[in-house]
T-cell receptor
Framework: GAGVSQSPSNKVTEKGKDVELRCDPI?????LYWYRQRLGQGLEFLIY??????PDKSGLPSDRFSAERTGESVSTLTIQRTQQEDSAVYLC???WGTGRTGVYEQYFGPGTRLTVT | KNQVEQSPQSLIILEGKNCTLQ??????????LRWYKQDTGRGPVSLTI?????NTKSNGRYTATLDADTKQSSLHITASQLSDSASYIC????????????FGQGTILTVHP
């Protein structure tokens, strides 16, 4: 079956431009997560969706970052007025659910490598 | 603050040798601990998931241990192969009602022939 897919795989943009990153989760997965991975660093949580709602967006670094999810499926992460420090790999993951124990497996996409010049 | 720390940062071993990676965490409340393997240019892939009551779990040549009292975990790789070269990430789930993941920085393992 299809896994989590992300597009584009690579994006080079000029400082100040807006970018949109797309995530297609595994069909039926109700939970969706966005993470950022800067070069040589660990993954940072950005935002979590349960269905189309985002109960936790505490990881979004600034108001230039926003995300939405529609149809309990596709999600888009938008970065406005990009800065060089936004350069990173943006990873999306999905899972069947969450629950207090959090034991649902998260399946990761291949990521979008964003370079801001 | 919820944190996960891994050591060493990087490790080079010869093919066929064993190695052990370490993870210490301060995440509370604790739900479960996972080890992921991340190949270059790919998303992380889960190797093991361990809950509070489990202290050892194996997946092929990978064996993870968990000491919930000292908040430490290890990942032991036996008879290493060239394909084991990757970043190994310790992830602790907890701290929120929905099981938020807190990631370690990863250990970069390089296996040489």
């Amino acid at each position: 079956g299809a896994g989590v897919s992300q597009s584009p795989s690579n994006k080079v943009t000029e400082k100040g431009k807006d970018v949109e990153l797309r995530c297609d989760p595994i069909s039926g997965h109700t939970a969706l997560y966005w993470y950022r991975q800067r070069l040589g660093q660990g993954l940072e949580f950005l935002i979590y969706f349960q269905g189309n709602s985002a109960p936790d967006k505490s990881g979004l670094p600034s108001d230039r970052f926003s995300a939405e999810r529609t149809g309990e499926s596709v999600s888009t992460l938008t970065i406005q007025r990009t800065q060089q420090e936004d350069s990173a790999v943006y990873l999306c993951a999905s899972s069947w659910g969450t629950g207090r124990t959090g034991v649902y497996e998260q399946y990761f996409g291949p990521g979008t490598r964003l370079t801001v010049t | 603050k919820n944190q996960v720390e891994q050591s060493p940062q990087s490790l080079i071993i010869l093919e066929g040798k064993n190695c052990t990676l370490q993870c210490n965490y301060t995440v509370s409340p604790f739900s479960n601990l996972r080890w992921y393997k991340q190949d270059t240019g790919r998303g992380p892939v889960s190797l093991t998931i361990m809950t509070f009551s489990e202290n050892t779990k194996s997946n092929g040549r990978y064996t993870a241990t968990l000491d919930a009292d000292t908040k430490q975990s290890s990942l032991h790789i036996t008879a290493s192969q060239l394909s084991d070269s990757a970043s190994y990430i310790c992830v602790v789930v907890g701290g929120t009602s929905y099981g938020k993941l807190t990631f370690g920085q990863g250990t970069i393992l390089t296996v040489h022939p």
